[in-house]
């Protein structure tokens, strides 16, 4: 019924065993016996789909799938066997006839609100919940043929989207009249709608466009340039400031197809731009360039930072890298998948080994305060003997 | 700096003061002597600004707005004082000096992950810390003029949408081409970018377009129509499904205008309808209109909720009324406001007097399981001696 309505395939069932039998692996090494999956990307991560439901996974049994609604559109989507109920209560007693509420059992703490929780513990009747996210989080971290194949369909819709950029982006033109046209083309390319990000006042746009002020401008949020907004109550994302010759336009862009997430930015301008963005695009570019050189399985993520931290103070621009000021953020790269703050981090902070089928933005860029910020956004899978790119699309500046 | 990049009033000194004394005096009832604010529209609703902070609300003394980040940006915004904070655990020695850290604590335990919960309690020297979002979420039903005003101008981007609609609705489209045209014309009229949903996998899209199939998808959200989206990984909003002659395209659009959110539904046609459709239409009109006719600050929820439903009966369509079999919803009505599931809900299952200044959606809809759904949605502003329309938008079936 559904094949009409949709596009992109649906998770391939080994895929889903595979995933659960991951996670069956690290909860026995972990000690813990029963796995409650709650969060709508982690049940479509284990389940291939993502109606109400809750998944029950035993380290030692089956998996049980319960479904509240809609049974008929879970039963298209996923492999396993599903087990309808009307309401949540119902499932303690499902699991209990399995014998399976006992042991240690976790949950996703870090996004279960409180409310929840104490009522799945009560339905449950334990005492003490572990955190099961860091298990989960460990497993979504490499991605499968199949993940990176969604992740490249999402990679084309980019593409797309910046060539439709090079015809319309003229002087004149308010950052959010850019942004609607461009979120309009990339929707009709099969974006899916919208991109998810993991955690509490997590919010975000899929197009950010930012130019000389607003490009410099903070925001709560942990991004090096979050934009304006056109109002204070979503203060990020393209403002009503308009392009003008000789400041460079960027344009942020996330694709998610079929639920996987790719980032990416790239320079626009009218006409001569100064010399400082001339420059620090060329660092940008310069410091991408490096890393496709020596980033591969085994390199640490914190030398991918200090490298690119080391050029930047090498060309006078450390003052401005990576934001200016409160505005400063300590990473320069983040991974991708289902939401756009999965792991890896690429930050100076936390060791993170690279490996094979890793997939990260990295996005070196300069904010020069009063002025306006220029930079560059590519994704990047780790292969075992370099980096690939998600997309061919050029991260030269654009004249228009 | 930022009044030349946002459009929309900052929250008026006056009113900020209000809804904290408001909230004072609420505290004060409940036996609360603190209340920690953190999640992003409550603060927002509290100070003003949606900044990286933390609102401390003691019953019996002044507020502590603690901002992380961005201070200039917050200090634009809000009328408080600023209480600036390097990292969150620097809050706990300053409010122990205020000496506010005595008496009963409360947090909005409906939204607070678990882990920054147990967090937070440790920070603040906590053992036990009560839910504070009831009292948050009774403050919030009721809107003040400044924020009618908000909501109104929220509803002309709603017209707008609609009246271009009408222009380009054509048969063959597809659902998801034809929200991208509107989405992007709703962002250049001031849309803000994205609605609120409160609570634990809450998400919507902007606009929902349904047509024959997808407007009977069931999905596993808590709504009459949700779509088939374009894949299972957003089970929702517009599918790849073609506009056909004879069957009704419904718009469902939310926008957003400085914070606050409307949410209409208009049935568009190509040709002729079948007559299950125009009865479908016709009723919906009549409960909408009765509704007006009997229903203002005094009545309750439950009893508009049954009139509508007597009426649907009274047509033989019960079966049909708000959603069929698995997807039947137990709601007419919700409210509205920074998010789009505030109270009042208008359902049998909840008693609600409502009041001058209540805000909320009013969708009556009919859902003919293999065929396709007719419906329309307004939003009511509760007045003393009626229901006020947010749009002057007509009502009627737009043939195209």
């Known amino acids: 019924m559904l094949k009409s309505l949709n596009v992109g395939e649906l998770t391939p069932?080994?895929?889903?065993?595979?995933?659960?039998?991951?996670?069956k692996?690290?909860?026995?090494?972990?000690?813990?016996?029963?796995?409650i999956i709650l969060q709508n990307v982690d049940l479509f991560y284990f389940t291939g789909s993502l109606q109400k439901g809750v998944l029950a996974v035993s380290a030692d049994r089956d998996p049980v799938f319960f479904v509240e609604k809609s049974l008929a559109r879970a039963e298209e989507e996923t492999p396993l066997e599903i087990t309808p109920i009307k309401k949540d209560k119902d499932i303690k007693d499902i699991l209990s006839d399995l014998g399976a509420l006992r042991g240690r059992c976790g949950m996703e703490l870090d996004v279960l609100p409180v409310l929840v929780f104490e009522r799945w513990k009560s339905i449950l009747g334990y005492d003490n919940i572990v955190d099961v996210w860091p298990l989960i989080r460990d497993l979504r971290i490499i991605k499968s043929s199949f993940e990176i194949r969604q992740v490249k369909r999402s990679g084309e819709i980019i593409s797309r989207v910046f060539e439709k950029a090079k015809e319309i982006v003229r002087e004149g033109m308010r950052e959010v009249d850019i942004a609607a046209v461009l979120e309009s083309e990339g929707r009709m390319h099969g974006h899916q709608g919208f991109l998810r990000m993991r955690g509490l006042n997590q919010e975000m746009m899929n197009i950010y466009i930012t130019h000389g002020l607003s490009g410099t401008?903070?925001?709560?949020?942990?991004?090096?340039?979050?934009?304006?907004?056109?109002?204070h109550a979503i203060p990020q994302g393209p403002s009503v400031n308009r392009a003008q010759r000789g400041i460079p336009l960027l344009i942020d862009y996330g694709a998610g197809y079929n639920g996987y997430i790719t980032d990416e930015t790239r320079a626009y301008a009218v006409g001569e731009l100064k010399d400082i963005y001339l420059k620090g695009h060329a660092v940008a570019r310069e410091i991408i360039e490096e890393t496709m050189d020596f980033a591969k399985e085994g390199i640490d993520g914190t030398e991918v930072f200090m490298r690119a931290l080391h050029k930047a103070k090498h060309e006078g621009l450390e003052e401005y890298f990576m934001g200016y000021g409160e505005g400063k953020v300590g990473f320069i790269g983040h991974g991708l998948g289902l939401e756009i703050n999965e792991l890896p981090v690429i930050t100076p902070r936390h060791k993170i080994i690279l490996q094979e089928g890793m997939i990260f933005a990295f996005e070196p860029k300069f904010i020069f305060p009063g002025e306006g910020s220029v930079g560059i956004e590519v994704d990047f899978i780790v292969r075992k003997n370099g980096l690939e790119r998600v997309t061919d699309s050029s991260i030269d500046i654009v004249y228009v």
């Open 217 to 231: 401008i903070v925001s709560g949020a942990d991004v090096p340039i979050s934009g304006a907004g056109v109002t």
């Open 25 to 35: 692996a690290r909860m026995e090494e972990q000690g813990i016996a029963l796995a």
């Open 13 to 23: 069932k080994d895929e889903i065993h595979a995933r659960i039998n991951n996670l």
